[in-house]
């Protein structure tokens, strides 16, 4: 890190637990308290320190307009997650487990076009596939670091709706892309003619922004769901894949049963801490945090 670009935040956050539970494809990890990313446009660095998070290059005017809401600073992290402990042996469990770990509020069009390609697909892939499209449509990014071996690297930025126009499904498909490759053109084509219009579906209700997601090929309420919470900030989201399905079924089914429903066990146990909740269960559970 460049010392003179460097910003310090008084406020901690677990890097590994926020960059490796399956919420961002964009994130590497160069030491233990050390990642680098691309994100919002720029190659920013993040490292942990004793009292707080250093950032670069940053400057107070950029981390207030955009990394601040990012990162999820000044939102009582910690202090929501002790009270989520209270809830339940399982939830104490995976605070423990992962206590620190944030939500991250990324570029919708960017999460909404990296769920669909997380779709059926592990993590290493899914980067994979995210850095293939950037490379192929975004734009190169210079690095503003001091790291000599990340000096040595060409980032790109992650395509926009506009970059990616006219890109054929044919094209990505001998990219491996798979049959990801016609829901990522429908995504494009979609948000290009205002067919699904992403900067509306914040001022939505969750039920409304869902099925505005799902007009797109390919998008589902797990999909939907993953952009609303990570690329829109609706705590309220819940996305379910196998792993949290797994984790309802086995620590919360006597209490489903008598809710009626999963849905309403969910709305009324977790309310607004849903989303966290949620990606907290997922990661200790996929990680093996849970000892039965």
């Not at 995210?130 to 690095?143: C, F, N, Q, S, T």
């Not at 494009?188 to 205002?194: A, C, E, P």
Request: hydrophobic share 40%.
């Amino acid at each position: 890190m460049n010392k003179e670009s460097v910003f310090f935040v008084p406020e901690k956050i677990h890097l590994e637990h926020t960059f490796e539970n399956g919420q961002c494809f964009r994130w590497r990890q160069i030491t233990s308290d050390h990642y680098v990313g691309v994100v919002e446009g720029m190659v920013l660095e993040i490292r942990q320190a004793d009292d707080g998070t250093l950032l670069a290059p940053m400057d107070a005017s950029l981390f207030q307009e955009r990394f601040r809401q990012y990162f999820g600073f000044g939102q009582r992290l910690l202090e929501r997650q002790d009270a989520l402990r209270e809830k339940d042996k399982w939830l104490k469990t995976a605070v423990d487990y992962c206590r620190g770990m944030t939500l991250l509020k990324q570029d919708p069009w960017e999460t909404l076009v990296t769920f669909i390609l997380s779709q059926n697909n592990h993590m290493a892939r899914i980067r994979s596939l995210v850095e293939i499209l950037a490379r192929l449509r975004g734009r190169m990014l210079p690095y503003k670091g001091e790291d000599p071996d990340l000096k040595k690297e060409i980032f790109y930025s992650f395509p926009t709706p506009k970059e990616l126009y006219g890109v054929r499904e044919e094209e990505l498909r001998a990219l491996a892309f798979g049959y990801r490759a016609k829901y990522v053109v429908d995504a494009v084509q979609k948000v290009l003619t205002g067919e699904v219009d992403l900067k509306s579906l914040s001022a939505l209700s969750i039920d409304e922004a869902r099925e505005e997601l799902k007009k797109i090929r390919g998008v589902g309420n797990k999909v939907a769901d993953c952009v609303l919470l990570f690329g829109y900030g609706f705590q309220e989201a819940f996305p379910i894949d196998v792993w949290v399905n797994r984790a309802l079924m086995t620590f919360y089914s006597e209490e489903i049963r008598e809710a009626g429903s999963q849905e309403r066990f969910i709305k009324e146990y977790f309310q607004e801490e849903a989303g966290l909740a949620q990606q907290m269960l997922f990661h200790t559970l996929r990680n093996g945090g849970y000892k039965c």
